[in-house]
């Protein structure tokens, strides 16, 4: 259409076509959500995968996908027991980099339920085992969310085990931002 119009102000064409194109109206998406029950049954499917605390955290929190990847130790108080949301990890075109958290009221600091701070606590001890038997073969962070190498999860690779798992399963084919309607 801009194109159209510069073709119309160089004197090139005498009207814009697309000036009266109508565009075709987009089905409005509407979220599905998982039930309480369903919820549970969703987070046993992913007891022991590498995406299980992204998707706990999405799932039990609301949390969005860049702000569960970009989730540092540092953000988690064990004693206080609080997850704070202070960053998102996002993905572009020269690989994933840090970033604010999308509005102001997503930075955000929450209290950590039992479940989470089991998984947390594990994914500590794991990642410093890890640490200590790769030795420099292991990538040193402070992300909470990474591969047994300390490499970070990027992003669309929660989303793709989400749906790879879930199309799997009985349960409602979601996807994984709509775990946080499941929250809502």
């Known amino acids: 259409s801009k194109a159209l119009n510069d073709a119309v102000r160089r004197g090139l064409i005498l009207a814009n076509p697309a000036a009266v194109a109508r565009t075709?109206?987009?089905?409005?998406?509407?979220?599905?959500?998982?039930?309480?029950?369903?919820?549970?049954?969703?987070?046993e499917l992913f007891t022991g995968n590498t995406?299980?605390?992204?998707i706990?955290?999405?799932?039990?929190?609301?949390?969005?996908?860049?702000?569960?990847?970009?989730?540092?130790?540092?953000?988690?108080?064990?004693q206080n027991r609080t997850i704070t949301v202070a960053a998102t990890?996002?993905?572009?075109?020269?690989?994933?980099?840090l970033a604010e958290p999308k509005t102001e009221s997503s930075y955000r600091t929450l209290p950590m339920i039992d479940k989470v701070y089991?998984?947390?606590a594990e994914q500590k001890k794991r990642q410093e085992r890890n640490r200590a038997l790769l030795g420099?073969?292991?990538?040193?962070?402070?992300?909470?969310?990474?591969?047994?190498n300390g490499r970070l999860i990027t992003p669309d690779y929660i989303t793709r085990e989400f749906h790879?798992?879930?199309?799997?399963?009985?349960?409602p084919t979601i996807r994984l931002h709509d775990l946080r309607h499941c929250v809502a």
């Open 56 to 78: 706990t955290l999405c799932a039990l929190y609301g949390f969005r996908r860049s702000e569960v990847i970009g989730l540092q130790w540092k953000n988690i108080d064990f």
């Open 89 to 97: 990890m996002q993905q572009g075109s020269g690989g994933c980099y």
């Open 24 to 43: 075709p109206k987009v089905p409005k998406y509407k979220a599905e959500y998982l039930n309480p029950v369903q919820v549970g049954e969703a987070l």
């Open 118 to 120: 089991t998984i947390l």
């Open 164 to 171: 790879k798992v879930i199309i799997k399963s009985e349960l």
């Open 51 to 54: 995406a299980e605390i992204p």
């Open 136 to 148: 420099s073969g292991y990538t040193v962070s402070d992300f909470v969310c990474t591969w047994d």
